[in-house]
């Protein structure tokens, strides 16, 4: 399988995000103050940053990052949203982020379903403009595991041009902190939102089979895509 056209392989590496954006509703906005996954997020954004550098070498520009969000691995993890309290503290600490600069997720999920509605022939509108595709340079992809009394988290940042994986970043954190910090989101989420949502029905939750197809077709695609050279 062999892509021409860069344009085309980042559209279709970039795909897979239409079915892990939809449904998200208002983004969640992390707590002030300090506390141990807001650390946790900051050590892990920091240890992405160095391992990219050393992958693309320190003169590399500043690179375009989508958080794709952050799959809970176990039925109490996902029963509590962790992910999306991990996400939440994650997309704060990048924001800070010398190496990269976060796509607007809603802008990228709107730009995509216009794009699979024009693959798919039925709008017969103006092609979109795929150029826009390009500010997304990598993707980032986090699940929640329990680990003992606690959770493991874990991050892989993939290239979209490539496929490839080129930065992972994981840390330990105590089950009574990620807790605290899932329930305090929510009440934050309900607050700002005015309606009564419980903590496991914040966002419509990953489920294990779409994320792994994803991540599958995205490493796919990657190890497929050989450029053209004149």
């Avoid at 897979?16 to 900051?42: E, F, H, Y």
Wanted: aromatic share 6%; with cysteine.
């Amino acid at each position: 399988m062999k892509f021409r056209d860069p344009i085309v392989t980042i559209c279709l590496t970039l795909g897979l995000a239409i079915s892990l954006l939809a449904g998200a509703s208002q983004p969640l906005t992390a707590q002030s103050g300090d506390t141990a996954l807001r650390a946790a997020a900051r050590q892990a954004a920091g240890e992405l940053s160095s391992a990219y550098l050393q992958e693309r070498g320190p003169l590399a520009m500043k690179a375009g990052l989508s958080l794709l969000g952050v799959e809970n691995l176990s039925d109490g993890a996902a029963r509590k949203q962790l992910g999306e309290a991990v996400a939440a503290y994650m997309e704060e600490a990048l924001t800070q982020s010398a190496v990269f600069y976060l796509v607007d997720r809603r802008q990228l999920q709107a730009l995509l379903r216009e794009v699979e509605l024009s693959l798919s022939g039925l709008f017969d509108g103006e092609v979109p403009d795929m150029s826009a595709l390009r500010s997304a340079d990598v993707l980032l992809a986090g699940r929640v595991v329990e680990a003992g009394s606690g959770y493991r988290v874990l991050f892989s940042l993939v290239e979209v041009a490539s496929g490839q994986i080129v930065a992972t970043a994981a840390f330990e954190i105590a089950a009574a902190d990620l807790d605290s910090a899932a329930t305090e989101l929510a009440y934050r989420y309900v607050a700002a939102n005015g309606i009564g949502l419980s903590a496991g029905s914040l966002l419509l939750p990953f489920t294990n089979n779409l994320y792994n197809k994803g991540l599958r077709l995205l490493v796919q695609l990657g190890a497929a895509y050989r450029p053209e050279r004149d």
